[in-house]
Each structure stands twice: as C-alpha cells, then as structure tokens.
C-alpha cells in the first residue's frame, strides 16, 4: 500500500540558507501535518492543512511557512536557518472524515542538519 | 488539553506480555485514546484507539478503566521489534485534529 511520502530524506544547509521539504500524502488523504522531533525530543506539532487551507497551528516559528496544494501534497519553507532547526521533520496525513478511523500516517521524515 | 501520564521507561522480557499505563485524569467526554509508537529513526506509527470499551486489533489490545481516567496497552507477546517510544494522546473527537505527543513511555525488551 501506498504511504507517505517524504523528500528529501536528508538535507543539509548552513545557517541563514533558506530549506524547502516536501510531503506527498496517501491518495485520497485530504489532511497533512507537520512535525519536527529535535534529537532526543518529542515529536512537536507544527502545522496542518485539510483541503489546502490550514486547519490547525502550532508551535512553527515565524521564518517558516507551509502551503497544501491542489494535488494535496504539501511544502514546508523554512528560512533563515539555525543550528536549532536541524531536526527529523514528519508529515503525516489523514483520510476524509466519513472514511476516517482516526489514524494518522506519517512519513519516514527528512533530516535537515543546519552547519 | 487533557494530559496523560506514563513511566518514563519500562523492561520487558522477549515473548512476554507487556502492560504499558496511562493516567489522563482530566479526560473529557469527547476524548478519544489514542497510543502511537516510535521505533528509533522511524515515524511514529498508529497502535490502536478507543473511546469507552475495550478494544483489539492485530497489534495490541486497549483495556479502557471504567471511569475513562487511565488505560492500559497490552502487547501480548513482545519481541525485539516492539522495543520503541509508546504514547498515549488524548484526541477530541477522533478525526481530523492533530495529535499532541509528550511524554512517552521507553519499552526496552530483553532476549
């Protein structure tokens, strides 16, 4: 079966260069979420999209920004980079509600390491 | 939104049963139980869920204490492969809303 699908796998960039991930959801998933896991921590919630407009925010910081498109694969920009953005980045998503049994699917993530 | 709370770490042996709490007193009636897992360098992965009663699926099963203020995962046969990250998250009405992870539970399974 069909999972998500995440690019790049890895990514590396320097500080103050500008990152742009990418999340192909399941096929007929209408929902994506975003989540980034620094080392040793908890995956956080940043964002989310349900049919291509943001549902749901949370703790993303100002220089990043996210979009849902209308093939329903979504981009995360990150700009401006850190050394404390380097961390695994997760998409997940979610099927419509009349189909949903609540399940979330994430992805494999992509590793961004800011040098 | 309603906590949970779980050990920081717990010890199994390989191919016995693993019960694995979760304390989420202020639970809210719309709350859903959900508890996902983290095997290292993967994905957090979907367990199983519930509202009110037990539940079973091929993975695990969920004991859901009658009051709703805690629940327990069973794995009942761990081997290798479960040793990961297990959370517990509380849901408002199960669809279409992010999932809050915090404080998980480590599973360590000895040979």
């Known amino acids: 079966a069909a999972g998500v699908i995440q690019s790049p796998r890895h990514l590396i960039k320097e500080k103050r260069e500008t990152a742009t991930l990418k999340c192909y959801p399941i096929?007929?998933?209408?929902?994506v979420y975003w989540y980034q896991q620094g080392p040793g921590q908890d995956p956080q919630f940043l964002i989310s999209?349900?049919?291509?407009?943001?549902?749901d925010k949370g703790s993303i910081p100002d220089r990043f920004s996210a979009q849902q498109f209308s093939d329903y694969h979504s981009e995360l920009n990150m700009s401006s980079l850190e050394l404390g953005d380097s961390a695994l980045y997760f998409c997940?998503?979610?099927?419509?509600?009349?189909?949903?049994?609540?399940?979330?699917?994430f992805g494999e993530g992509s590793r961004l390491t800011v040098l | 939104d309603a906590k949970t709370t779980q050990p920081n770490s717990m010890e199994s042996n390989e191919e016995e049963p693993v019960h694995l709490p979760c304390n989420h007193s202020?639970?809210?009636?719309?709350?859903?139980i959900h508890w996902y897992r983290q095997l290292p360098s993967q994905g957090p992965e979907y367990v199983i869920h519930g509202l009110t009663s037990n539940v079973n699926n091929r993975m695990a099963s969920l004991a859901i204490a009658e009051d709703r203020k805690s629940s327990t995962l069973i794995l009942h046969r761990a081997t290798l492969r479960d040793a990961a990250v297990y959370y517990c998250?509380?849901?408002?009405?199960?669809?279409?809303?992010?999932?809050?992870f915090g404080g998980g539970t480590r599973l360590m399974v000895k040979p």
């Open positions: 997940a998503s979610s099927p419509p509600t009349s189909t949903n049994t609540g399940e979330l699917f």
């Open positions: 998250i509380l849901r408002v009405n199960n669809a279409g809303n992010m999932l809050t």
């Open positions: 999209f349900y049919e291509k407009m943001q549902s």
């Open positions: 096929p007929r998933h209408d929902t």
């Open positions: 202020t639970i809210s009636g719309t709350d859903y």
